[in-house]
Nanobody, 124 residues
């Protein structure tokens, strides 16, 4: 069983930056595709970014050019660098892992493991 633990959330002003981290347990982190999703109050959980085991990444349109997903397999950690933050980025951010590491996974149902979430709040 893989466990994912997010950290790095907080409250920042619009235009600021945050870096989220997601630390994974287990031996096969490098084989997973990893993703970030977010859920704002009263809304569905939505895809933000994903990175395959080989490092290919895909982003939701509204975060392209502002967010960067990366991974450090030696540390079993995936990151989400968030720059030029906007109030509409406010949400709980979830890290997720997919055992199909080569797939560009943009759908929540394709992920096998989830973290508990970290709150990101952007003030205007």
């Amino acid at each position: 069983q893989v466990q994912l633990v997010e950290s790095g959330g907080g409250l920042v002003q619009a235009g600021g930056s945050l870096r989220l981290s997601c630390a994974a347990s287990g031996r096969t982190f490098s084989s997973y595709a990893m993703g970030w999703f977010r859920q704002a109050p009263g809304k569905e959980r939505r895809f933000v970014a994903t990175i395959t085991r080989s490092g290919d990444s895909t982003y939701y349109d509204s975060v392209k050019g502002r967010f960067t997903i990366s991974r450090d397999n030696a540390k079993k950690t995936v990151y989400l660098q968030m720059n030029s933050l906007k109030p509409e980025d406010t949400a709980v951010y979830y890290c997720a892992g997919s055992s199909i590491g080569s797939r560009i996974s943009t759908t929540a149902n394709w992920y096998d493991f989830w973290g508990q979430g970290t709150q990101v709040t952007i003030s205007s």
